[in-house]
């Protein structure tokens, strides 16, 4: 036994060793790799060696000490846990000899986990379930986790719903308190509110949607004046129905908007609200925020005035219906329209088409595009996918939009308070010198205009085309853009080319526009007005930013499975992404999104980060670029679509006319 000296001997020695060592603090990264890194907390990045990576999840907070291999390279060593994750994600379940794991779906963790007898919830090989680690590995290197949650095998209808939705711990259900308080509104309600309400019942408002559309939130109606147009836009009014701050409205800031999903909707609103007392029915009194606009006949907004009032929608149109009207045939559904709404439609078609021309001559509007639309089997698997264009209904119903959003904002900034803007920077800062080499190389007008600024970026998207005999100027600079986001301040909105801008258009699909009601209804009857923090806007537009990426993950894994069937058949597509290693290419017909691999090509290409161009002997590949190819695999784990080259190509673009 050691005697008392040699113990403390022994301690001394430890610590010495201790302060000999490069001791430092820092968060687990891991790769897709089986090593790692640990990101220090004065900001350098550090190799992590497979061994050492296998005792630790992505997020721990680690002590390490900093050691040198051979060739004088740094790698950490762990030495202490500081802070052990225990994440709870989504995976699927896996069966190795008598081992059971589940193969995690969590960003930089690519070995599977053990699952013990008692924790496997009778989950069978190959279903999705959600787990939570149990045991972390830090000790022995060998994790356990406890599944949690079965949520289906892979052949489940819905199973590619309900796995993301998982996935980003999104709720479906609505909670008691929500249904206590949807449950405890009705008509009765609404007719107590419409006393003190301006009366519009006698004019001809009609709703233009879809045909499955339940959650009408705007309806229209025009009628001509001297010099243009009196435009009406009601708007569905939530706010004024709603508790301020109540439980529904919690909830839908939370939910933050619905989410269109292949397989339905997940609604921010129940439906009780959005598809009955708040929408915008026909024959239906409804509480409404109407936005009048004074149109002249060049298509120039005027003045303009909100009012909260009641209205009954006349008629629920198609746009099918519309469409056909505005080209002089009147649909079936449309012949028992009195003359006075046939007339207000029609007014509206002209007025629209003024507020379009406006726009084209003094703003910027966003490149015409088909929508593609799948149709799902009763397995919840994409049977076909519709190509559909805008008709002249759809631009009725935008330009209505925009114009009413427009004063929305210009309401707002006049108040002179904080308000709630859409703000759209342009360029990103880092993109502007390179946007500003590309037009010094070009000849014409647009060589000395500065990117960087709202009137030198609208100028050059005005003048701007995409050819593909010369450069695709356009395309070039719509892929060097920021994101647009929600500010307290009003500021130039430059992907629309205006001075300042918002929506409130869509309160039964989006909070914003929800709360944007909410700031207009108590200007106008003089109340102190809600309050978002910095903290709650960050929040806000990370989870509009987490439901798209919801509704995308969805959306793709349904089209990789959809995909092998295209079979051999050459496509049509155009670029739509050019990298390094290859470009993207959009299937014209199905709007498929699939990789070509330079690899796959003969001969070597150089990337222009520039002019987004892959140039070689004979040919280059550039953004809008038609070409012609054939679908190749699927990536499944990655959910990644791969396309090779048909043998046949449209004329291609030379490397000589392209640089």
Same mark, same amino acid.
């Given at each position: 036994?050691?005697?008392?000296?040699?113990?403390?001997?022994?301690?001394?020695?430890?610590?010495?060793?201790?302060?000999?060592? /490069?001791?430092?603090?820092?968060?687990?990264?891991?790769?897709?790799?089986?090593?790692?890194?640990?990101?220090?907390?004065?900001?350098? %990045?550090?190799?992590?060696? !497979?061994?050492?990576?296998?005792?630790?999840?992505?997020?721990?907070?680690?002590?390490?000490?900093?050691?040198? /291999?051979?060739?004088?390279?740094?790698?950490?060593?762990?030495?202490?846990?500081?802070?052990?994750?225990?994440?709870?994600?989504?995976?699927?379940?896996?069966?190795?000899?008598?081992?059971?794991?589940?193969?995690?779906?969590?960003?930089?963790?690519?070995?599977?986990?053990?699952?013990?007898?008692?924790?496997?919830?009778?989950?069978?090989?190959?279903?999705?379930?959600?787990?939570?680690?149990?045991?972390?590995?830090?000790?022995?290197?060998?994790?356990?986790?406890?599944?949690?949650?079965?949520?289906?095998?892979? !052949?489940?209808?819905?199973? =590619?719903?309900?796995?993301? @939705?998982?996935?980003?711990?999104?709720?479906?259900?609505?909670?008691?308190?929500?249904?206590?308080?949807?449950?405890?509104?009705? %008509?009765?309600?609404?007719?107590?509110?419409?006393?003190?309400?301006?009366?519009?019942?006698?004019?001809?408002?009609?709703?233009?949607?879809?045909? #499955?559309?339940?959650?009408?939130?705007?309806?229209?109606?025009?009628?001509?004046?001297?010099? +243009?147009?009196?435009?009406?836009?009601?708007?569905?009014?939530?706010?004024?129905?709603?508790?301020?701050?109540?439980?529904?409205?919690?909830?839908?800031?939370?939910?933050?908007?619905?989410?269109?999903?292949?397989? +339905? &909707?997940?609604?921010?609103?129940?439906?009780?609200?959005?598809?009955?007392?708040?929408?915008?029915?026909?024959?239906?009194?409804?509480?409404?925020?109407?936005?009048?606009?004074?149109?002249?006949?060049?298509?120039?907004?005027?003045?303009?005035?909100?009012? !909260?009032? &009641?209205?009954?929608?006349?008629?629920?149109?198609?746009? /099918?219906?519309?469409?056909?009207?505005?080209?002089?045939?009147?649909?079936?559904?449309?012949?028992?329209?009195?003359?006075?709404?046939?007339?207000?439609?029609?007014?509206?078609?002209?007025?629209?088409?003024?507020?379009?021309?406006?726009?084209?001559?003094?703003?910027?509007?966003?490149?015409?595009?088909?929508?593609?639309?799948?149709?799902?089997?009763?397995?919840? *698997?994409?049977?076909?996918?519709?190509?559909?264009?805008?008709?002249?209904?759809?631009?009725?119903? =935008?330009?209505?939009?925009?114009?009413?959003?427009?004063?929305?904002?210009?309401?707002?900034?006049?108040?002179?308070?904080?308000?709630?803007?859409?703000?759209?920077?342009?360029?990103?800062?880092?993109? &502007?010198?390179?946007?500003?080499?590309?037009?010094?190389?070009?000849?014409?007008?647009?060589?000395?205009?500065?990117?960087?600024?709202?009137?030198?970026?609208?100028?050059?998207?005005?003048?701007?085309?995409?050819?593909?005999?010369?450069?695709?100027?356009?395309?070039?600079?719509?892929?060097?853009?920021?994101?647009?986001?929600?500010?307290?301040?009003?500021?130039?909105?430059?992907?629309?080319?205006?001075? #300042?801008?918002?929506?409130?258009?869509?309160?039964?699909?989006?909070?914003?526009?929800?709360?944007?009601?909410?700031?207009?209804?108590?200007?106008?009857?003089?109340?102190?007005?809600?309050?978002?923090?910095?903290?709650?806007?960050?929040?806000?537009?990370?989870?509009?930013?987490?439901?798209?990426?919801?509704? #995308?993950?969805?959306?793709?894994?349904?089209?990789?499975?959809?995909?092998?069937? @295209?079979?051999?058949?050459?496509?049509?597509?155009?670029?739509? *992404?050019?990298?390094?290693?290859?470009?993207?290419?959009?299937? /014209?017909?199905?709007? @498929? $999104?699939?990789?070509?691999?330079? *690899?796959?090509? $003969?001969?070597?290409?150089?990337?222009?980060?520039?002019?987004?161009?892959?140039?070689?002997?004979?040919?280059?590949?550039?953004?809008?670029?038609?070409?012609?190819?054939?679908?190749?695999?699927?990536?499944? $784990?990655?959910?990644?679509?791969?396309?090779?080259?048909? %043998?046949?190509?449209?004329?291609?673009?030379?490397?000589?006319?392209?640089?």
């Amino acid at each position: 036994m050691f005697n008392t000296d040699a113990l403390q001997q022994l301690r001394q020695l430890k610590s010495e060793i201790k302060t000999q060592k /490069d001791l430092q603090v820092g968060t687990i990264k891991l790769s897709a790799t089986r090593f790692g890194f640990v990101t220090l907390d004065d900001g350098r %990045e550090i190799y992590l060696p !497979q061994e050492q990576a296998q005792r630790v999840l992505p997020g721990d907070r680690v002590e390490v000490s900093l050691e040198t /291999d051979d060739k004088g390279k740094p790698h950490a060593i762990l030495e202490k846990a500081l802070r052990k994750t225990a994440p709870r994600f989504v995976g699927q379940y896996q069966v190795r000899g008598n081992g059971h794991f589940v193969a995690p779906d969590l960003p930089g963790l690519n070995r599977w986990l053990f699952v013990p007898p008692k924790a496997r919830q009778n989950a069978s090989p190959g279903d999705f379930v959600v787990a939570q680690v149990s045991r972390h590995p830090f000790s022995s290197g060998n994790g356990q986790v406890e599944i949690t949650q079965v949520l289906g095998s892979a !052949q489940e209808p819905g199973i =590619e719903r309900k796995y993301t @939705l998982a996935k980003h711990e999104l709720e479906e259900e609505w909670p008691a308190p929500v249904l206590a308080e949807a449950e405890a509104l009705g %008509e009765e309600d609404i007719a107590r509110l419409a006393v003190d309400r301006e009366d519009l019942t006698h004019l001809p408002f009609v709703t233009i949607d879809a045909i #499955s559309t339940q959650d009408m939130d705007d309806a229209l109606m025009a009628e001509q004046v001297d010099g +243009g147009w009196r435009l009406r836009v009601a708007i569905a009014d939530p706010a004024s129905l709603l508790k301020a701050d109540g439980a529904i409205e919690r909830l839908a800031r939370e939910r933050v908007m619905s989410g269109y999903m292949p397989g +339905g &909707v997940r609604p921010m609103l129940p439906e009780v609200l959005a598809n009955q007392l708040c929408s915008l029915r026909p024959g239906c009194l409804r509480l409404a925020l109407i936005c009048t606009i004074q149109v002249d006949d060049k298509g120039a907004l005027g003045e303009f005035s909100f009012s !909260q009032s &009641v209205i009954k929608s006349w008629a629920k149109l198609s746009y /099918d219906a519309v469409a056909g009207f505005l080209g002089s045939h009147l649909d079936e559904s449309l012949k028992s329209l009195p003359d006075e709404a046939l007339n207000s439609l029609y007014q509206l078609g002209e007025a629209a088409q003024a507020m379009r021309q406006w726009r084209n001559d003094h703003a910027l509007l966003t490149e015409e595009r088909p929508d593609y639309r799948m149709r799902l089997d009763e397995k919840g *698997k994409i049977r076909s996918i519709d190509k559909v264009w805008p008709t002249a209904a759809h631009k009725l119903v =935008e330009e209505c939009m925009v114009a009413a959003n427009r004063c929305a904002a210009d309401f707002l900034q006049a108040q002179g308070d904080k308000g709630l803007f859409i703000v759209h920077r342009g360029i990103r800062e880092e993109k &502007v010198g390179q946007v500003k080499t590309l037009l010094k190389a070009l000849e014409g007008p647009l060589q000395n205009e500065d990117p960087g600024t709202a009137e030198g970026y609208k100028r050059i998207l005005q003048n701007a085309t995409s050819n593909e005999d010369t450069l695709a100027l356009r395309a070039i600079v719509l892929r060097q853009l920021e994101r647009a986001e929600m500010a307290f301040t009003a500021a130039p909105h430059q992907g629309m080319g205006l001075a #300042s801008y918002t929506t409130f258009t869509s309160p039964l699909r989006k909070y914003t526009d929800l709360f944007v009601h909410r700031l207009i209804r108590n200007v106008l009857q003089q109340e102190s007005a809600p309050q978002l923090s910095d903290d709650d806007l960050a929040k806000l537009q990370q989870d509009q930013m987490r439901l798209r990426r919801v509704v #995308s993950e969805i959306e793709q894994w349904l089209k990789c499975q959809f995909a092998p069937t @295209l079979g051999d058949r050459v496509q049509s597509g155009r670029i739509v *992404k050019v990298t390094s290693p290859g470009f993207l290419v959009r299937l /014209d017909e199905t709007g @498929l $999104e699939g990789f070509v691999t330079m *690899k796959d090509l $003969e001969g070597k290409f150089s990337f222009d980060p520039v002019r987004l161009t892959l140039t070689g002997k004979k040919l280059t590949f550039q953004l809008d670029q038609s070409v012609q190819v054939v679908f190749k695999s699927v990536d499944q $784990e990655r959910r990644q679509i791969h396309f090779r080259m048909a %043998e046949n190509q449209p004329q291609a673009t030379s490397a000589s006319t392209a640089t």
